[in-house]
């Protein structure tokens, strides 16, 4: 199979509906998180408009850690409850920041990003991790969004084997 990341052009609904149906491409036959993750990342940061990073961070002894990404280099660690994505974590509920140097505690992991989404990551009632997408761009996520990139998360989960 040959993948090319695109940015699909169209309102935001399309656009998600297409990221999902190369997504299930890409998982399909393939049970890895890592392999997943990987993939997953890559087709976010080429498949949506206006990111500077799109990645996971994975739960493991307490504190979220840095794993699959696309964009600059990243915090390796996280605290629960710090920053957007250990906020994120800790609440178990999606975050959208229109303006993350508003958000108490944000943790500046690169200085260009105005704006943030973190989506956790719950399988079987058990926190794996969360899906953090950032933009240079303030207000860049809105709910349709929330919505698309949640639906992205569980359909890796569902494919995952974790």
Known sequence: MTFQATRPEGAKREIYHELALQARGLFEGERDW???????SSLLFGGLADLNWAGFYVLKAGELVLGPFQGRPACVRIAMGKGVCGT???????????DVHEFPG????????????VIP???????IGVLDIDSPVFARFDDEDRVGLEALAAQWLAASDL
């Open 34 to 40: 890592l392999a997943n993750a990987a993939n997953l």
């Open 88 to 98: 994120a974590a800790a609440q178990r509920t999606t975050l959208i920041v229109k």
């Open 106 to 117: 944000h943790i500046a992991c690169d200085v260009a990003s105005n704006s943030e989404i």
């Open 121 to 127: 990551l719950e399988k079987d009632g058990r926190l």
